[in-house]
């Protein structure tokens, strides 16, 4: 069964850092371009970074998240990560990672979904 699991949120401080993961079980994340998106309450969910397929690297961020956050990725763990630093109150949401066929920060072209990951910025 094809499945991914996130990990790593949780409640920091203003100006800290996290680390996501995103962990494929059952198929390579070699395979496919991965995103990440979150959503907070009351609005819709966006795509913050995504990071192409195979021996392609290509990276794309949100605006909002450039120069704070960096995708990369592990093959030998099938993991994909997504550091995060200088976090805002703004950057609070469930955070989710996806696997699709391309690197576009566009939800609907993403087919597999974990199950999210919360990530509180909060003093």
């Known amino acids: 069964q094809s499945q991914l699991v996130e990990s790593g949120g949780g409640p920091v401080q203003p100006g800290g850092s996290l680390r996501l993961s995103c962990t494929a079980s059952g198929f390579e994340i070699f395979d496919y371009a991965v995103g990440w998106f979150r959503q907070a309450p009351g609005k819709e969910r966006e795509g913050i970074s995504c990071?192409?397929?195979?021996?392609?690297?290509?990276?794309l961020f949100l605006d909002s998240v450039k120069g704070r956050f960096t995708i990369s990725r592990d093959n030998a763990k099938n993991t994909v990560y997504l550091e995060m630093n200088n976090l805002k109150p703004e950057d609070t949401a469930v955070y989710y990672c996806?696997?699709?066929?391309?690197?576009?920060?566009?939800?609907?072209?993403?087919?597999?979904w974990g199950q999210g990951t919360q990530v509180t910025v909060s003093s």
């Open positions: 996806a696997t699709g066929w391309g690197c576009i920060l566009n939800p609907d072209d993403y087919e597999t």
């Open positions: 990071i192409s397929y195979r021996d392609d690297d290509s990276t």
